[in-house]
Structures are given as C-alpha cells and as structure tokens.
C-alpha cells in the first residue's frame, strides 16, 4: 500500500470539499455558480503566481490550460449544470463514475494494469454514495446525466493527464498555474451566463474567503497526491466528499442519518481501503 501520510494528506482534499456544499448552501445562497466558481479559481490563483513567482514556459503554457480546462473550468461548469436540472442524489451518483473512468482511462493513457480490486472499489464506492445521497422519488434528467457525466469524465482525463505529464514543479506552482488557467477560461462564461454577482454581506465575504482560502490548500494536497498515488487510489478519495457532506449535515444542521445513509457511509469507506490495497506497493514520487 502507498504511505498512509501521503493518503492522508491526499484525503484531507475531498473531505475539505465535502464542506463547500454547506458553505454555498448557508452563506452564499442563490449567488451566481460560474462567478461563484471563477472567484474562487482566479484570485486564488493569481495569489499563488506572485507567492511562487513562477509562469510557465514551452509546452506548459498549453499544457497549464488543458489541465486547468478539465479540473476547473468544464467540470466546474457542468457540475452547476447538473446541479441544476438534477436532485442533488443523482448528480452526486452519476458523478461518482469517476474513479472507474479513471481506472480505464490510466490503462489507455498510462498503461497501467486494470485491476480487479480497483474496479470493485469503485463500483463499491459508486454504491455507497448512492446509499447516502440518493432519495426516492427522485427523477433523471437527460441533459442534468449527460452534464454530470461529461463532469466525471473531464475531471479524470484531468487526474491522469496530470500523472502523464509529470510537471517538473511542485504542487504549490502546479496549483498555481491551474487555478490561473482555469480561472481565466471561467470568466467569460460567468460574464455571459450569469446575472451580475449581488452585493455581498458579512456573511457572504466570510464564504467566498472561505472558498478562496480552502481551495489554495486543498488543491495543493490533491496535486501532491496526484504526483504520488497511483489514479485509481487518488479518485477513489473523491467518494469522502459527499461523505463529509451528509456528516456535516447532521453534525451542524441537525440533518437526520438514515440507516441506509450510516450502510452508505460504511461502504464508502470500504471501497476506499479497497482501492488503496489494490495499488502496487512502489509508488512513484513527484519530481
């Protein structure tokens, strides 16, 4: 198994951004998504381009904006897309395909070896987050599918690309020069697409800090584990997200945990331990 402090920090990522859901949801209610999400990637980046004072050169200039575009811009968009036109049960099981895209698409890209246990993982973890989010009575959108799918997929082509190309930085510069690109291919949409971003209140500011900050140190971590962890270990980490969504739910908002959802939680945790276990013991370290 890869190291447990190198899973550990990689983990802190996903759970981190479980919370973003109550933070969206209790301080910046009804704010515009994409200018919501393209505050949060540009000033955070920018911010870490003059603390790293470092600009990409040669093949990493378009190499910036590719991976910027699959980890920000089009997931971001097509998750509100989704969020949208869908429950919110759906849209987080449909997107939570994405650790078995990334299992093939390590395979076709990296020519990594499809593992048994790395499929079960994340067909578990598929099932668990089912369990958690899904309601009854819940109605499928074609459009809201395709949107959370083509999030799925965007953002693992995004992790793989990411180990393929193997930047010759560190996280934090990596982290940088993302948040920028993607930041700057946001912009125009939320200039086109939304409504213009209302005054913000105390509470309001308290949120989007929260977003700018957070978002800084978790991608940082996610890169790190990226550059570190075979694909398929880190997507499955992705499954704590709506795990610490619905936890704290309950914990703040005194939202009740059903059986199914403590079944679900369980699951998910298991499909984690299951994909680590699936992964070579040699791993390979960022540069």
């Given at each position: 198994?890869?190291?447990?402090?190198?899973?550990?920090?990689?983990?802190?990522?996903?759970?981190?951004?479980?919370?973003?859901?109550?933070?969206?949801?209790?301080?910046?209610?009804?704010?515009?998504?994409?200018?919501?999400?393209?505050?949060?990637?540009?000033?955070?980046?920018?911010?870490?381009?003059?603390?790293?004072?470092?600009?990409?050169?040669?093949?990493?200039?378009?190499?910036s904006f590719v991976l910027g575009a699959l980890n920000f811009t089009v997931f971001w968009a097509l998750l509100f897309v989704a969020a949208y036109r869908l429950p919110g049960g759906i849209a987080a099981t449909v997107g939570a395909v994405q650790p078995l895209i990334v299992v093939f698409a390590a395979s076709a890209v990296l020519g990594t070896r499809i593992r048994v246990l790395s499929v079960l993982a994340a067909v578990m973890g598929m099932a668990g987050v089912a369990l958690l989010v899904l309601q009854?009575?819940?109605?499928?959108?074609?459009?809201?599918?395709?949107?959370?799918?083509?999030?799925?997929?965007?953002?693992?082509?995004?992790?793989?690309?990411?180990?393929?190309?193997?930047?010759?930085?560190?996280?934090?510069?990596?982290?940088?020069?993302?948040?920028?690109?993607?930041?700057?291919?946001?912009?125009?949409?939320?200039?086109?697409?939304?409504?213009?971003?209302?005054?913000?209140?105390?509470?309001?500011?308290?949120?989007?800090?929260?977003?700018?900050?957070?978002?800084?140190?978790?991608?940082?971590?996610?890169?790190?584990?990226?550059?570190?962890?075979?694909?398929?270990?880190?997507?499955?980490?992705?499954?704590?997200?709506?795990?610490?969504?619905?936890?704290?739910?309950?914990?703040?908002?005194?939202?009740?945990?059903?059986?199914?959802?403590?079944?679900?939680?369980?699951?998910?945790?298991?499909?984690?331990?299951?994909?680590?276990?699936?992964?070579?013991?040699?791993?390979?370290?960022?540069?």
């Open positions: 198994m890869p190291k447990p402090s190198d899973i550990l920090l990689t983990a802190l990522a996903p759970a981190v951004w479980g919370s973003t859901y109550i933070v969206a949801t209790e301080l910046l209610p009804g704010a515009p998504p994409l200018s919501v999400a393209a505050i949060r990637a540009l000033p955070t980046g920018l911010i870490l381009l003059l603390l790293v004072r470092q600009l990409p050169k040669g093949d990493w200039l378009w190499r009854d009575g819940a109605v499928p959108d074609m459009p809201g599918i395709a949107a959370a799918l083509g999030g799925a997929f965007s953002m693992a082509f995004g992790t793989v690309l990411t180990r393929k190309w193997r930047p010759p930085v560190s996280a934090l510069v990596l982290t940088a020069w993302q948040l920028t690109a993607g930041g700057l291919l946001l912009l125009p949409l939320a200039l086109l697409l939304d409504p213009p971003m209302p005054p913000l209140d105390a509470a309001n500011a308290a949120g989007m800090g929260y977003l700018v900050l957070f978002t800084a140190l978790t991608y940082i971590l996610w890169f790190r584990g990226v550059a570190r962890l075979e694909p398929a270990a880190v997507s499955s980490l992705g499954f704590l997200s709506p795990l610490t969504a619905i936890l704290l739910g309950w914990a703040i908002l005194g939202q009740a945990l059903s059986a199914s959802q403590m079944i679900g939680a369980a699951v998910v945790v298991a499909s984690i331990w299951l994909s680590q276990r699936a992964t070579p013991s040699r791993q390979v370290h960022a540069r």
